[in-house]
C-alpha cells in the first residue's frame, strides 16, 4: 500500500491515467489515520475498493476493542467508519476535502466480529461542497446509514499540520 503524499501526487498520477481502475484497493489517507492507517495499532484497518459510478467498498470487522454496549460495536466507532469511507470516496473522485456535516442512522445493533460489508457514493457536488452516502450491512440487512458534505481544500490545508513531514 502506497502513501497518500502531502502533494497529492497519488490523485494527479490518477487523474492523468483517467482515475481509479474498478475493483482497485484505494491508498490509506495516511499511515497513522484512525480509519485505513496501516501503522495505526487501534484504528479500524479499512480497506476500500473501488466501485463503479463514483463508488467504493470494503468490507470491516468491528473487533472487541470497539464495543460499546456487550457484543455490539459503539456507535462512535461506526461514525468513524463512515467518516473515513466517506474520505475515501473522495479520492475516489480525485478530491481533496474535510467534514463538514456527518449524519448517521443506526438501524439495527452492530454486532461485533462479524463481516460488514460498507458502500459509498458520491452524490452530487455543489461548488466546492461534495454531498456522500452510504450504508453498512450485516448479514444482507443494512444497519446504518449516514450522509455526509465535504469540502473541498488545497493539499495545504489538509497536511500542513503535519510536523516534519
Avoid: K
Avoid at 25 to 49: A, D, I, K, S, W
Amino acid at each position: 500500500m502506497v502513501d497518500f503524499h502531502p502533494e497529492g501526487h497519488l490523485i494527479a498520477e490518477a487523474a492523468a491515467r483517467g482515475g481509479w481502475d474498478v475493483g482497485a484497493e484505494l491508498p490509506y489517507h495516511l499511515p497513522n489515520c484512525f480509519g485505513c492507517g496501516p501503522q495505526n495499532e487501534v484504528g479500524l484497518g479499512l480497506r476500500t475498493t473501488v466501485a463503479e459510478h463514483d463508488a467504493i467498498e470494503a468490507e470491516v470487522i468491528f473487533e472487541r476493542r470497539f464495543e460499546g454496549a456487550p457484543g455490539l460495536a459503539h456507535g462512535g466507532a461506526v461514525a468513524a467508519l463512515f467518516d473515513d469511507l466517506f474520505g475515501s470516496v473522495l479520492m475516489r473522485v480525485l478530491a481533496l476535502g474535510v467534514t463538514t456535516e456527518l449524519t448517521i442512522r443506526y438501524r439495527r445493533p452492530v454486532r461485533l466480529d462479524q463481516t460488514l460489508h460498507a458502500l459509498a457514493r458520491l452524490d452530487h457536488r455543489d461548488d466546492r461542497d461534495l454531498y456522500v452516502s452510504g450504508e453498512l450491512e450485516q448479514d444482507g440487512e443494512v444497519v446504518a446509514t449516514a450522509t455526509g458534505i465535504f469540502r473541498t481544500v488545497p493539499a495545504e490545508h489538509v497536511f500542513g499540520n503535519r510536523d516534519g513531514a
